[in-house]
């Protein structure tokens, strides 16, 4: 068991059902959840409604990240379990504790934000590209390595589900391009998606994109499946 489950556990588990709002984004949390099974999505909401996706949280991970670690006084963003979840649940002050108390999980909760780091360095890459096609090959390297697992040579699964919509937010690009150029990506056989999880040939996804797939990347931080 890792440092941080083996912390976790000893704390009381809430529930959400999927699309349940976990935190409205300028709440001020009463609580620090760390995510037991299911998946996060992390989204700005603007003045006029409009929801842009930031990033999934997974297995382990802490909500709200910055509100938990004391950057900011209310939550950044709007937390909605975007597939059923269980959290656990403990005060501010507990974590804080065992964070300046315990080498060991302080580490691991270090190496785990530097690999969400990276993968964040990953997620601006793809959205600097400017061609469609361009930045969902990106888009895809990124979602396979924050959020991906090996299931064989050369093809990994992605462990959240995702919507046409959804990788149209993730990217900037509209619902129309976004569901041509995934139709390009499958006919290449890059790509195939079953009940909206997707799995990738990283070696075909290598081939066209300007850079290594993994120059030695260690980014995902699933432990197991979603």
Known sequence: ????????????????????VIF????????????KSGVVKVSNLSADGVDQLISFEIIDDIV???????????????YQAYTDCE???MSKEVFEAHMANN??????????????????????????KTRAYTKLLYTFRYLCLRYGRDIRRDLVKIYVPLTQQEIANTTGLTRETTTLELKKLREQKILSVRRKYYT???????????????????????????
Not at 103 to 111: K, R
């Open 103 to 128: 080498v060991g999980f302080a580490n691991a909760m270090l190496s785990r934000q530097v690999s969400s780091y990276v993968g964040n360095m990953l997620q601006v890459d793809a959205l600097e």
């Open 64 to 78: 709200p990240i910055c509100w938990a670690f004391s950057k900011t006084t209310k939550a950044l963003f709007y």
């Open 1 to 20: 068991m890792n440092e941080l489950k083996s912390f976790y556990r000893k704390y009381p588990t809430i529930k959400f059902a999927k699309g349940e």
């Open 87 to 89: 959290f656990y649940i």
């Open 24 to 35: 409205q984004q300028n709440e001020v949390p009463a609580h620090v959840y760390a995510i």
């Open 200 to 226: 990738v040939d990283t070696s075909k996804l290598n081939a066209q994109i300007d850079d290594e797939y993994d120059p030695g990347i260690d980014v995902s931080m699933l432990t197991k499946v979603v």
